[in-house]
């Protein structure tokens, strides 16, 4: 994740926690260290973001209570099913596209007030689903393929077929099959211009390539 999109998505975290959170806990949320963390804080601050440090047990960095909220007006059932849901397809892997949807996820949780956020928590503990998690696949690869795809840019991949036999390809992703086990790739292999289908789970690597 590049530094501003970073700095995007911890606005938006802190936003939607409404509540203090540590730096140790933002930095293995966005898997940086703690001193990253630290600085980002401080670039927040340098654009006028309300930000305050608060001691003791339950506290942290929190956005001052009087920061304006996007006019959404969700009410605390309906976002409860947006964001159980959300969970659901993130835990169930239904969706390589973790961290997108985290981001929305957080803008939900944004547009309520303190009161509403509360009774979000307590509807979340009464909702459960169970299913049939996707063949897992690497968090770099889906952060590689989801940009390929919503830029529409080439991907090169390193991919083991059923023989455990290893290849270098760069295709051109068309569309994305999803079903109860796995995850597959529609894509076109620009070097032998043949369409052809890659289960996510089998990328080894990942890299987009951009002209």
Known sequence: MKRTERLFALAEYLRGRR????AEVLAERFEVTVRTIYRDLDTLRAASMPLSAER???GGYALDRSYSLPPVNFTAREAALLVALGRFAIDMRL????DTLESALDKVRAALSASAQRELLARLTELSFQGVPALPS???????FERAWFEQQPLRITYVDGN?????RTVKITSVVMDRHETRIEAIDIEKGERRQFRLDRIAVAEVLVP
């Open 56 to 58: 003791g047990r339950g």
């Open 164 to 168: 455990f036999i290893q290849t270098t």
């Open 138 to 144: 690497k968090k770099a690869v889906r952060a590689a």
């Open 19 to 22: 509540t203090g959170v540590t």
């Open 95 to 98: 969706l390589p596209f973790v």
